[in-house]
């Protein structure tokens, strides 16, 4: 389903999907308290160790995408679809020898003048970096996005969780995951301009 750079290192698995518009507000006001960067297991002893979670972004110039229909037009009747992600939320917990991370992020979507179906697919990455901006390891998904009758935009929740084999005395705070679309070189020259 992607490309696992290194399946010694990390593994990445999406959890479940949760699919209306209706449903993704609701989570997003319940997720809206969590923080990209969390701290685990802080007491008052002071034997104990501060372990770190991963942080969590969205890629830049990845965090949108805009489908145009077949031909050279690329004015706003020549969209199709267009989509970006939300807002990440993470959490995580430490196993024995790991760290487990679970981002969640909306996809909303917008259905486009040249749309000519009821459903969008997007492609979008989760890939984990390590300190020094190394990829560990990433996965392409693959989503789709229905809007109802006389609806013009739409989202889900996506959930991912990622697993991550931690040295002897080392935190998650050393790693990243990034989320983002995985986009054409075209897509890529118009989300920069």
């Known amino acids: 389903m992607g490309n696992n750079v290194d399946n010694n290192v990390t593994s990445i698995s999406r959890t479940s999907k949760i699919s209306r518009y209706l449903a993704l507000a609701l989570a997003a006001g319940l997720l809206a308290a969590c923080s990209s960067l969390s701290v685990i297991g802080l007491g008052e002893d002071e034997g104990e160790k501060v372990q770190l979670c991963p942080a969590a972004s969205i890629l830049g110039n990845a965090e949108r995408v805009a489908q145009f229909k077949q031909g050279s037009g690329r004015d706003l009747i020549d969209v199709m679809f267009q989509a970006e992600i939300g807002k990440l939320n993470m959490s995580c917990r430490y196993l024995k020898g790991r760290v487990v991370t679970d981002i969640s992020f909306e996809l909303i979507a917008e259905r486009g003048p040249a749309a000519r179906s009821r459903t969008g697919e997007f492609d979008y990455f989760v890939a984990i970096s390590d300190a020094k901006g190394r990829v ?11 809007f109802p009758e006389n609806r013009r935009s739409a989202g889900i929740l996506e959930e991912i969780e990622q697993s991550i084999p931690l040295r002897k005395d080392e935190d998650g705070g050393g790693y990243e995951i990034l989320v983002g679309f995985q986009l054409t070189e075209e897509q890529m020259k118009f989300n920069r301009r």
């Open 136 to 146: 560990l390891a990433k996965e392409n998904f693959h989503s789709k996005i229905a």
